[in-house]
């Protein structure tokens, strides 16, 4: 399991856990994140293309999938109401910062906003994901936390 969600995980294990992956790809980690959260009462999938719907086709009643773009995605819910936001979709600079400000409101009190690539091998990639998300994070008072490609930050208030 990714750094992130692993933090995640043992943050959110004393209660029931509603999650959001933005950017799922083939679902490699949404399939890590239902084998390991054994208090996960919902998780939703959202990307752009639907590629994944077979690999969890026994897994309806907790995974919902929703096929729109992240930011029109998040305008679906309600504020402070996912307890973990994952986001790894479009990677560059402008797509990562509109992704944190369209879904940190969504996020409750005590939740973990993290994602991945903040530090992989192609570096315009890199350096895109890290400037958006160091800015994000500094403007919003949050503590940075990093493992690997992995970046993860707890809301405080």
């Not at 679902?27 to 077979?54: M, Q």
């Not at 903040?118 to 403007?139: G, H, N, P, R």
Request: aromatic letters at 14%.
């Amino acid at each position: 399991m990714r750094p992130s969600l692993d933090f995640a995980r043992e943050f959110l294990k004393e209660r029931s856990v509603v999650g959001v992956e933005v950017g799922v790809d083939v679902g490699e980690n949404a399939a890590d994140i239902l084998t390991n959260f054994s208090n996960l009462n919902k998780l939703y999938l959202v990307d752009v293309v639907d590629n994944i719907h077979d690999r969890f086709k026994n897994e309806k009643i907790i995974i919902f999938f929703i096929h729109k773009p992240s930011v029109e995605a998040a305008k679906e819910f309600s504020d402070s109401y996912f307890d973990f936001i994952y986001i790894d979709a479009d990677h560059s600079y402008q797509a990562v910062k509109d992704d944190l400000n369209a879904w940190y409101p969504k996020l409750k009190v005590e939740g973990i906003i993290c994602g991945h690539d903040f530090s992989i091998e192609d570096v315009e990639q890199k350096l895109c994901v890290a400037w958006a998300v160091t800015e994000f994070f500094t403007l919003h008072g949050l503590e940075l936390r990093t493992a690997g490609a992995d970046f993860w930050g707890v809301k405080r208030c």
